[in-house]
């Protein structure tokens, strides 16, 4: 059965989902919706395909969200996670299921609260389906199939240049805000079986991966394990996430931070105020690269047992930029894990209605597979 997807934001996520929507399976139609009608133009034309019909909307319109939902089958939400609850609000009333990108844990929260309403309007609303959240996400819920029993479920992403230039040594990926909140907001992890949070930026250790790439750092970030301490709390022992990063790129962003850099208070500034946090986000914005080739690392390693022998069993992917199809390595990374679960929805394969982490509802061998399909290959090794 064709369906009818709802992409809001026109942006680089946004044209790489609906990419991948109106050139695979049996989609009727791709609608791209942004508030930009040049980006919206823009991102129609590089997805290059009859099924896609363009939108302008304001997000912020609720009247105008519900309505552009209204008759679609699945709405992704890959617009800044700030939008996020509204949109889940104008899903429920629309009667259409939601996935997001998600990355912030107090959106989620507040989404998950919406779980009785959305099941009454038999919808099914999935937060943080891009990346880390997301694809990591999956992983780890896969080791818990694969293993008899799992103490230590340990996750490390990033997203990086190949030629990394100073002073940050970093490419803007994403939107700097939900960067800064990685950095700033406290981590959610499971220690000796416990849910709570440690400090962000702390914890700083060395990650190698294959030549010509090399070893770098990995340190604590928040909203990398989402909805996963509360599904895996009483099953693991341990669990944390940390992002990876060139090495000293952590001390740099760190001595940010402590100079208040971060801040989010007014400060005097001669006539006017300033808060220090717009400020760093906005320069963020304006002058870290955000052209270039770049590479997503990830590792997800679990240990415990199978079969009664003590085992590691660890997935490493390393995705780089597909020059030809014009994508970063984020946007497949990001968006193409997006897609994939949106379909799960719209297909019935993901059948679970009200508001639900992504860890209980997708069936990982199907993922896998659909991952394969896009040339995002998974290397999993037991050991």
Not at 179 to 191: D, F, S
Not at 252 to 264: S, Y
């Amino acid at each position: 059965m064709s369906s009818r997807f709802l992409v809001l934001g026109a942006g680089a996520m946004g044209r790489a989902v609906a990419l991948d929507l109106a050139h695979g399976g049996d989609a009727e139609a791709v609608v791209l919706a942004d508030s930009d009608a040049g980006t919206t133009r823009a991102a129609a034309g590089f997805v290059d395909s009859p099924r896609v019909e363009t939108l302008h909307l304001d997000v912020t319109d609720d009247d105008a969200a519900v309505e552009a939902m209204e008759g679609v089958d699945v709405t992704v939400s890959c617009v800044p996670y700030g939008f996020n609850l509204d949109l889940t609000k104008c899903a429920i009333e629309a009667g259409t299921h939601l996935c997001d990108l998600g990355g912030n844990n107090d959106v989620v929260r507040k989404q998950l609260c919406l779980d009785a309403r959305a099941r009454r309007a038999d919808v099914t609303i999935i937060p943080d389906c891009g990346l880390a959240p997301g694809l990591a996400t999956v992983l780890a819920a896969d080791a818990l199939r694969r293993m008899d029993r799992v103490d230590e479920l340990h996750l490390r992403v990033g997203g990086l240049p190949v030629d990394p230039e100073p002073p940050l040594g970093y490419m803007l990926l994403f939107n700097p805000a939900g960067l800064v909140n990685e950095y700033k907001e406290p981590p959610v992890v499971i220690r000796g079986g416990r849910i709570m949070t440690v400090e962000p930026l702390e914890e700083l250790e060395e990650i190698e991966f294959p030549e010509p790439i090399g070893m770098l750092e990995a340190f604590n970030t928040s909203g990398g394990t989402s909805t996963l301490p509360q599904t895996m709390m009483g099953k693991v022992k341990e669990l944390d996430y940390k992002t990876i990063r060139y090495p000293g790129h952590r001390d740099k962003v760190q001595c940010m931070m402590r100079l208040g850099l971060f801040d989010e208070e007014p400060l005097e500034v001669g006539d006017g105020r300033v808060v220090p946090r717009e400020l760093t986000e906005r320069l963020l914005g304006q002058r870290l690269p955000r052209e270039g080739d770049d590479v997503v690392l990830l590792r997800v390693w679990a240990e415990g047992e199978v079969e009664g022998r003590e085992r590691t069993l660890t997935y490493t992917i390393i995705e780089h930029r597909d020059r030809g199809a014009g994508l970063t390595a984020m946007q497949r990374t990001t968006a193409f894990p997006t897609a994939i679960v949106a379909r799960m929805v719209a297909s019935g394969d993901i059948d679970e209605r009200g508001v639900v982490p992504l860890e209980q509802v997708v069936p990982t061998n199907r993922f896998f597979e659909e991952l394969e399909k896009r040339d995002i290959h998974v290397d999993v090794q037991m050991m």
